[in-house]
T-cell receptor, first 117, second 111 residues
Framework: GAVVSQHPSRVICKSGTSVKIECRSL??????MFWYRQFPKQSLMLMAT?????????EQGVEKDKFLINHASLTLSTLTVTSAHPEDSSFYIC?????????????FGPGTRLTVL | KNQVEQSPQSLIILEGKNCTLQ??????????LRWYKQDTGRGPVSLTI?????NTKSNGRYTATLDADTKQSSLHITASQLSDSASYIC??????????FGSGTQLTVLP
């Protein structure tokens, strides 16, 4: 149980285009989903927290107009990187927390590798 | 400032050998501590969870310890296998939204 999927697993896009990444909780309802970014040989950095049906909370330094987050249902959150630039190239990982979970455990998705040319 | 420090940064061992990874933390409030394994290009997968009152917990060849007084944790891997090559991340759960990640230990197991 507690499986989180992401799609796509890899995406390559041209500079200036927008890219959407989906995060789904497959077998549980996720009241809260989290988006992380990870650069090579570094640990995960929280970008934003989204609660179903409400606006996302962004961490300091993360541009909300550039990284659009939508958490439209209890099983789906999307991250859209708008007007992507090469410096946005990174590994994006989502996680989901189940409603009523013990110890507030977050289950992580497999990640999406974004490369902006 | 909440921090999680891991050592060593990287480690190379031969297949079949044991190893121990270290994690020191200064996180408040403290809920629990988890060790995750992250394969290259994949998301983290939880190995163990330690709450404040627990000292030792095992999961197969993985054994985690926690000393809440000194705020230290360790992850011991027994009889390493090639598939153990990965990054091992120590994560401290604080409040409901707050996770503090260590920078990870990159383990390489050689045949």
């Amino acid at each position: 149980g507690a499986v989180v999927s992401q799609h796509p697993s890899r995406v390559i896009c041209k500079s200036g285009t927008s890219v959407k990444i989906e995060c789904r909780s497959l077998d549980f309802q996720a009241t809260t989903m989290f988006w992380y970014r990870q650069f090579p040989k570094q640990s995960l950095m929280l970008m934003a927290t989204s609660n179903e049906g409400s606006k996302a909370t962004y961490e300091q330094g993360v541009e909300k107009d550039k990284f659009l987050i939508n958490h439209a249902s209890l099983t789906l959150s999307t991250l859209t990187v708008t007007s992507a630039h090469p410096e946005d190239s990174s590994f994006y990982i989502c996680s989901a927390r189940e409603r009523g979970s013990s110890y507030n455990e977050q289950f992580f998705g497999p990640g999406t590798r974004l490369t902006v040319l | 400032k909440n921090q999680v420090e891991q050592s060593p940064q990287s480690l190379i061992i031969l297949e079949g050998k044991n190893c121990t990874l270290q994690c020191n933390y200064t996180v408040s409030p403290f809920s629990n501590l988890r060790w995750y394994k992250q394969d290259t290009g994949r998301g983290p997968v939880s190995l163990t969870i330690m709450t404040f009152s627990e000292n030792t917990k095992s999961n197969g060849r993985y054994t985690a310890t926690l000393d809440a007084d000194t705020k230290q944790s360790s992850l011991h891997i027994t009889a390493s296998q090639l598939s153990d090559s990965a990054s091992y991340i120590c994560v401290v759960y604080g409040s409901a939204r707050q996770l503090t990640f260590g920078s990870g230990t990159q383990l390489t197991v050689l045949p």
